[in-house]
């Protein structure tokens, strides 16, 4: 199938089937799959178009309400955390897609950037990863109390035969204010600055407007990595300012397409809803099996996929 704006071709089963394979793994740490599926198209589809930004943020539009109703469901949504996400990332992408049509529509002199960026990222994580556990070393850390419990709740729902976890509850919030922003999650209480959690996001924003990976695609490691919040927790809040942020980045790329006439600026609708359509049904799924993944493991999935990302735009940025 050939589609027009992108000026690609491409099987229309591909489109699909890569997003959900994506968007199952990443979704469990809180990433969209527009992370990685912006490098898909450019490297292997071959559309490096700047509406591939566009494109790239209509698949979050499509994918992430599965996800995100997952969350919510299993009451791990921390909506405080998540409107500061949302409110901190609009005007970020806003910004940032317009310095992606204006200043940078060549893709090869963004790469460089972005590569150092997610290796700094990446390479936090995993150092944190590997660091040996020095003190408290006997209390046992809010993701494998959850692990604990889950456990304990699966074997007692399995005797009463239930197979649904999702009357299982997790977040308490306890104070939400212009300074501080806090919750309990089994037991363990988190409290975190507000304007420091709106810098992130507004920075966030900017990177993930230039990039079409929405707002909050790249802010679920900042969270795990620098303000010590549980991965559980997290993934929710990020995937919902994503979407909200997602709609805006799109409508804004629509509005501006006019006064680039010769360059491929709104979304290619039918791409991005075929990447969409796949993407919502792994992220469906990746919430729901996030619970039965130890937290470490998704801690080093997400580094993973953060330095595999980087090491692609570095390769490409040199042309190899």
């Not at 212009?178 to 409290?191: M, P, S, V």
């Not at 407007?209 to 990595?225: H, L």
């Not at 409508?251 to 993407?279: E, H, K, N, R």
Request: glycine residues 10%; contains cysteine; charged residues 10%.
């Amino acid at each position: 199938m050939i589609f027009h704006t992108a000026g690609i071709e491409v099987a229309l089963w591909i489109p699909p089937l890569v997003a959900f394979m994506i968007s199952f793994f990443t979704s469990m740490g809180g990433v969209s799959g527009a992370f990685l599926l912006l490098p898909f198209q450019m490297s292997f589809l071959g559309y490096t178009n700047p509406s591939v930004s566009a494109t790239n943020q209509l698949f979050n539009i499509v994918a992430i309400p599965s996800g995100v109703y997952r969350y919510c469901k299993e009451g791990r949504m921390v909506w405080p955390l998540t409107w500061v996400v949302v409110i901190g990332t609009l005007p970020g992408v806003f910004i940032g897609a317009f310095v992606r049509v204006a200043y940078l529509p060549n893709p090869t002199h963004f790469k460089l950037f972005a590569a150092a960026v997610l290796f700094y990222i990446g390479l936090r994580m995993v150092r944190d990863l590997l660091k040996k556990n020095t003190g408290n070393s006997n209390k046992a850390s809010s993701e494998q109390q959850f692990q604990d419990m889950t456990r304990r709740y699966r074997d007692k729902a399995a005797d009463q035969g239930m197979n649904d976890l999702a009357a299982l509850k997790t977040v308490t919030v306890t104070h939400f204010n212009l300074k501080r922003i806090g919750y309990i999650f089994y037991d363990e209480a988190f409290d975190v600055s507000f304007w420091g959690i709106f810098t992130l996001s507004f920075i966030v924003g900017i990177v993930g407007g230039i990039y079409g990976i929405g707002g909050g695609s790249i802010i679920a490691p900042f969270f795990v990595t620098f303000f010590g919040l549980p991965v559980y927790t997290v993934a929710g809040a990020a995937l919902m300012g994503t979407f909200m942020t997602s709609v805006a980045g799109v409508a804004f790329y629509q509005i501006i397409a006019p006064f680039y006439p010769d360059i491929s600026v709104a979304p290619d609708w039918m791409l991005g809803i075929l990447f969409g359509l796949g993407g919502m049904g792994g992220m469906y799924l990746g919430a729901y099996c996030q619970k039965f993944v130890p937290a470490k493991v998704i801690k080093w999935m997400l580094a993973g996929i953060i330095v595999f990302t980087a090491t692609k735009y570095i390769s490409a940025f040199f042309g190899y």
